[in-house]
């Protein structure tokens, strides 16, 4: 059982496209993440979501839309993508009332060509 | 604001040499502390957590001490295989996100 799964595993698109990632966790989580990992393997936060409201939004450009159609999904939509875009996108799920830790998917390598 | 500050890499060592990875942090409060792996072409995984002050997290053969007075949490193994080759991150909870060292990779050869 994948506990947080992520679709498409790779996504290789040109610039000015729209494309949509989708994340789906299974561990009954309250809380979902978007966190971006660039060329050098550093990781940033992008966005967080607490029963499908927004609670952090990371100085993410207006180009980037997540949506959470409920606790267990949060997709990421981007707009008119950039070269700058390609990087690995991670999303990720945690139960802060009983644990701090974060559970990963297995990442989006997304490359804009 | 919060921050993580972790040892440079690459580390290389022989198998069943020890290991240590540097790591300390920056916050206000008591935040849990927190190592991940990310082995090649894989996401992260949680790899120990220590949620408040003199907390050992330790998993397979990896330990951490969470250390109050010098804002540390260290990664140590005794002993390191080759399958131990990845990139280590350390972490803090802030806020609901977490904030990342920069990420150390440890080559360990035969």
């Known amino acids: 059982d994948t506990a947080v799964s992520q679709t498409p595993k790779y996504l290789v698109t040109q610039m000015g496209n729209d494309k949509s990632i989708k994340c789906e966790q299974n561990?009954?989580?309250?809380?979902m993440y978007w966190y971006k990992q660039d060329s050098k393997k550093f990781l940033k936060i992008m966005f967080s979501y607490n029963n499908k409201e927004l609670i952090i939004n990371e100085t993410v450009p207006n180009r980037f839309s997540p949506k959470s159609p409920d606790k267990a999904h949060l997709n990421l939509h981007i707009n008119s993508l950039e070269l700058g875009d390609s990087a690995v996108y991670f999303c990720?799920?945690?139960?802060?009332?009983?644990?701090?830790?974060?559970?990963f998917g297995p990442g989006t390598r997304l490359t804009v060509t | 604001g919060n921050s993580v500050t972790q040892m440079e890499g690459p580390v290389t060592l022989s198998e069943e040499a020890f290991l240590t990875i540097n790591c300390t942090y920056t916050?206000?409060?008591?935040?849990?502390l927190f190592w991940y792996v990310q082995y090649p072409g894989e996401g992260l995984q949680l790899l120990l957590k220590?949620?408040?002050?003199?907390d050992k997290g330790s998993n397979k053969g990896f330990e951490a001490t969470y250390r109050k007075e010098t804002t540390s949490f260290h990664l140590e193994k005794g002993s390191v295989q080759v399958s131990d080759s990845a990139v280590y991150f350390c972490?803090?909870?802030?806020?609901?996100?977490?904030?990342f060292g920069s990420g150390t990779r440890l080559l360990v050869r035969p």
């Open positions: 561990l009954g989580h309250d809380t």
């Open positions: 220590a949620t408040k002050a003199d």
């Open positions: 972490a803090l909870d802030s806020s609901y996100k977490l904030i």
């Open positions: 916050a206000t409060g008591y935040p849990s």
């Open positions: 990720a799920s945690s139960q802060p009332k009983s644990g701090k830790e974060q559970y």
